[in-house]
C-alpha cells in the first residue's frame, strides 16, 4: 500500500522553529517529487514546497510566504521528506500534508501545525 | 502566477443530479496540466482527474473531467451520498503550483 505518514506537529511560539517529517513507503521513493502543501483552519489548500529527486539534482522551489524561511530536504535511503519550518509567523498555522507531485496522487494525513504564544 | 477561480462558491444538488463545477485560469495552463481533488471534512483531499480529463486509479467513471486553456470542468454525472464534499482544481504547468479556492457541493 502506498502510504505518506507526516509527523512532527505541534504548537511553536512565534518566530519559533520545527521540523515536519514524512515517512514513505510503497512508492519508488527515489523516483518522486515531494511537495508540502499546507491548509489553515478553514481555508483551502496552499502549495508551500517542492524537492525534486536526486537526478534533478534535489532541486527545491518554495512560495512566496515561506521563501527564505523554510527549507525542504530528503533521504532517500531512509524514504523520508523534511520540512524544515524557521522564523514560525501565526499565519503559519495549518494542517501541513506531504504529497507526491506532480500532480499530487499520494496524500498523507497530515499534521497540526499550531503557531500561538 | 496563474490563478485559478472556482465556481460556484456553494452548489447544492441532490443525490442523482448532476453537477458542474467550474475552474478558470488567468492565463492559459499549457498541456492541460489540471487537476481536480475532492476533499471531505478531517480528511486529506484526494486527487480525481489529471491532465484535465483522465481519471485517477480508483476514480469512479461519473466523475470526468473537460476543458484546455483557461476553462475546465469537472461534471459529477449522478451525484451519490458520499459525494458532497469540497472541489478543488490545481494547475501544476507553472511554478507557483496553485489551487482555486474551492467549491463546496452540498446536499439539497
Known amino acids: 500500500e502506498v502510504q505518506l505518514v507526516e509527523s512532527g506537529g505541534g504548537l511553536v511560539k512565534p518566530g519559533g522553529s520545527l521540523r515536519l517529517s514524512c515517512a514513505a513507503s510503497?512508492?519508488?521513493?527515489?523516483?518522486?517529487?515531494m511537495s508540502w502543501v499546507r491548509q489553515a483552519p478553514g481555508k483551502g489548500l496552499e502549495w508551500i514546497g517542492l524537492i525534486k529527486t536526486k537526478t534533478d539534482g534535489e532541486a527545491t522551489d518554495f512560495a512566496a510566504p515561506v521563501k527564505g524561511r523554510f527549507t525542504i530536504s530528503r533521504d532517500d535511503s531512509k524514504n523520508m521528506v523534511y520540512l524544515q519550518m524557521n522564523s514560525l509567523k501565526i499565519e503559519d498555522t495549518a494542517v501541513y500534508y506531504c504529497?507526491?507531485?506532480?500532480?499530487?496522487?499520494?496524500w498523507g494525513k497530515g499534521t497540526t501545525v499550531t503557531v500561538s504564544s | 502566477e496563474i490563478v485559478l477561480t472556482q465556481s460556484p462558491g456553494t452548489l447544492s444538488l441532490s443525490p442523482g443530479e448532476r453537477a458542474t463545477l467550474s475552474c478558470r485560469a488567468s492565463?492559459?495552463?499549457?498541456?492541460?496540466?489540471l487537476a481536480w481533488y475532492q476533499q471531505k471534512p478531517g480528511q486529506a483531499p484526494r486527487l480525481l482527474i489529471y491532465a484535465a480529463s483522465s481519471r485517477a486509479t480508483g476514480i469512479p467513471d461519473r466523475f470526468s473531467g473537460s476543458g484546455s486553456g483557461t476553462d475546465f470542468t469537472l461534471t459529477i454525472s449522478r451525484l451519490e451520498s458520499e459525494d458532497f464534499a469540497v472541489y478543488y482544481c490545481?494547475?501544476?504547468?507553472?511554478?507557483?503550483?496553485?489551487f482555486g479556492q474551492g467549491t463546496r457541493l452540498e446536499i439539497k
Open positions: 492565463q492559459s495552463v499549457t498541456g492541460s496540466y
Open positions: 504529497t507526491r507531485d506532480s500532480p499530487m496522487d499520494v
Open positions: 510503497g512508492l519508488t521513493f527515489s523516483d518522486a517529487w
Open positions: 490545481q494547475q501544476y504547468d507553472r511554478s507557483p503550483t496553485t
